[in-house]
T-cell receptor, first 112, second 112 residues
């Protein structure tokens, strides 16, 4: 079946450090890929997405590139801030399919 | 404010009792979803609705039922709560954009 695997956390970084959170997927066909962010006490918010191979999604300094050859969609940010502390979820979905699949989530803590 | 509201935000109930969680959206979205969030599993789809009185099962539907009598309301019922249903429950909605999910802030349910 379709599934997403994320690197386990928690991840703790100092402010201005480089961030990578790994995400790989298993799917029949070519899904769209997403990163969602969840701040404490809140629901998930879409951070970025990519709908086809080699697309790069970007938002708020975060980037991820859809790599079909490695079935990956790793999240990166060049310089993290304390305000980036949150749980990050990788997800996949097919167009007009009502079953979005999420990874287990990676908790990021950024220290001043 | 527009968006999704879930009620209650927190609930503690006893094993064997019925529980109903409510999701209310003001976006006039056609599609609505119920997910549960558990450590190590991310979000998993319980049930979804693609219109008034139109619902279907998700990945983890056993022990849950749903109803949608109005566009804006989507109810999740645990007919007889069990400890394995202790979780955080999220509602989401979307309109025609297959990737434009809006999430509520969640309901933390504890079954003792």
């Amino acid at each position: 079946g379709n599934s997403v695997t994320q690197m386990e956390g928690p991840v703790t970084l100092s402010e201005e450090a480089f961030l990578t959170i790994n995400c790989t997927y298993t799917a029949t066909g070519y899904p769209s890929l997403f990163w969602y962010v969840q701040y404490p006490g809140e629901g998930l918010q879409l951070l970025l997405k990519a709908t086809k191979a080699d697309d790069k999604g970007s938002n708020k300094g975060f980037e991820a590139t859809y790599r079909k050859e490695t079935t990956s969609f790793h999240l990166e940010k060049g310089s993290v801030q304390v305000s980036d502390s949150a749980v990050y979820f990788c997800a996949l979905s097919f167009y007009n399919n009502n079953d979005m699949r999420f990874g287990a989530g990676t908790r990021l803590t950024v220290k001043p | 404010d527009a968006g999704i509201t879930q009620s209650p935000r927190h609930k503690v109930t006893e094993t064997g009792t019925p529980v109903t969680l409510r999701c209310h959206q003001t976006e006039n979205h056609r599609y609505m979803y119920w997910y549960r969030q558990d450590p190590g599993h991310g979000l998993r789809l319980i049930h979804y609705s693609y219109g008034v009185k139109d619902t279907d099962k998700g990945e983890v539907s056993d022990g849950y039922s749903v109803s949608r009598s109005k566009t804006e309301d989507f109810l999740l019922t645990l007919e007889s709560a069990t400890s394995s249903q202790t979780s955080v429950y999220f509602c989401a909605s979307r309109d025609r954009d297959p990737y434009g999910y809006t999430f509520g802030s969640g309901t933390r349910l504890t079954v003792v």
